[in-house]
């Protein structure tokens, strides 16, 4: 995939904010839950990357957030392993263990499509922001699985690109050229990574849990992923923030129930009152 050069009017922290990930390092009790697991590196067009398979089972893949890493979802395992999945987790592209110092939403689905083939078939999908829409993106490019949660996650490349611009104070030509730039960095249109296009691979039922506080993406997100996904429900997840749910017990306890169901229960819908 192209990484072009950054445009020299284009500022630095720009370019780093939108395509150079933190790699945060792993704690003393997320390197001890891994050392559990079954540890395998892979040879792909994204590079070498690094996953760790829990258990044995129908797959369910865990999908970490931007400048996170595959740890950060293991409190997801363990419910899982109970409900009688094998959870498999992965650092993507210039995250975690894996290689490279630059990547995007369409590296992480590209490195999720290349794994999921890999591991055919993959019963579930679970993601957590960034992860969500490169989990959408993988779907529409031919990821099939029985049933996908999406925690916290935005839905329009175009929308992210246009307020990184806004932050750093770009003019209408700047930002033009800042979307040229990104275009060329994923090898595609920013529109190709809006949902109106990803729509057409959601063909599973599928679970959207969301902070309606949440000040990374907005709430809104979710509200039109669910509109536009007929078999979605979706769960106002209040007070859990963005990256909080991807701890909370009673949460993960609901995305464990979901998969195991495949969504084929009504899940309890939360209206715009936050009443269940």
Not at 101 to 124: F, I, K, N, Q, T
Request: glycine share 10%; proline share 7%; aromatic share 6%.
């Amino acid at each position: 995939m192209p990484s072009p050069q950054q445009p020299t009017s284009m500022p630095p922290a720009l370019i780093n904010a939108f395509a150079v990930p933190e790699r945060p390092p792993l704690m003393p009790s997320e390197l001890d839950k891994l050392s559990r697991a079954e540890k395998k590196t892979h040879s792909t067009a994204m590079g070498t990357l690094v996953s760790w398979t829990f258990g044995v089972g129908p797959r369910v893949v865990l999908v970490h957030g931007w400048s996170s890493r595959a740890a950060h979802l293991l409190g997801f395992v363990d419910p899982l392993l109970a409900a009688g999945y094998s959870v498999t987790l992965f650092d993507g592209p210039a995250h975690g263990e894996s290689s490279g110092e630059r990547a995007s939403v369409v590296h992480l689905g590209e490195a999720l499509l290349a794994l999921a083939r890999e591991w055919e078939p993959v019963h579930g999908v679970i993601a957590h922001s960034v992860g969500s829409a490169a989990a959408l993106w993988a779907f529409h490019r031919g990821l099939s699985v029985h049933a996908s949660i999406h925690l916290g996650g935005p839905v329009s490349l175009s929308a992210m690109v246009r307020q990184l611009a806004i932050g750093v104070g770009l003019d209408q030509a700047g930002t033009a050229a800042f979307e040229k730039w990104v275009e060329d960095f994923i090898g595609h249109p920013l529109a190709a990574l809006d949902l109106e296009i990803l729509k057409d691979g959601l063909r599973h039922p599928g679970l959207i849990v969301h902070d309606p506080e949440d000040d990374t993406v907005p709430f809104s997100a979710a509200d039109t992923l669910h509109r536009n996904w007929p078999q979605s429900e979706l769960i106002r997840a209040d007070g859990l923030g963005h990256r909080r749910l991807l701890r909370e017990p009673a949460m993960i306890g609901l995305c464990s129930d979901f998969i195991a169901t495949a969504g084929s229960r009504e899940m309890t819908r939360v209206n715009a009152g936050g009443e269940a």
